[in-house]
């Protein structure tokens, strides 16, 4: 199943810099696997924005529940999910 994710970072003005960015660090590389795997297919930033519109393909809605809430930036989001389906005007063939 495809899902379109935008996720907003609210970043705590308190927090701590230096694991402010040890998270940050977490969250890239958990990011990376996942696009590896094939499972976060679309990651685009959001021009002047700490803002992201992602593209997943899970098996179904609790996997992405499960991979969303192991984001180690998680905490300090706020994510809004669309399911997408396949549009049947489409040319492409791998967009299910």
Known sequence: MLFKVEMDVNVPQN???NEFEATKAKE?????ELQKSGKWRHLWRIVGQYK????FDVE???ELHNILM?????PYM?????????HP???HEDDR
């Open 15 to 17: 927090i701590d810099p």
């Open 52 to 55: 992201n519109i992602s593209i």
């Open 78 to 86: 706020t994510v809004r999910v669309e399911a997408l389906c396949r």
């Open 89 to 91: 005007s489409s040319i």
């Open 70 to 74: 192991a984001l180690p930036l998680y």
């Open 28 to 32: 890239k590389k958990y990011a990376e």
């Open 60 to 62: 179904n809605s609790e």
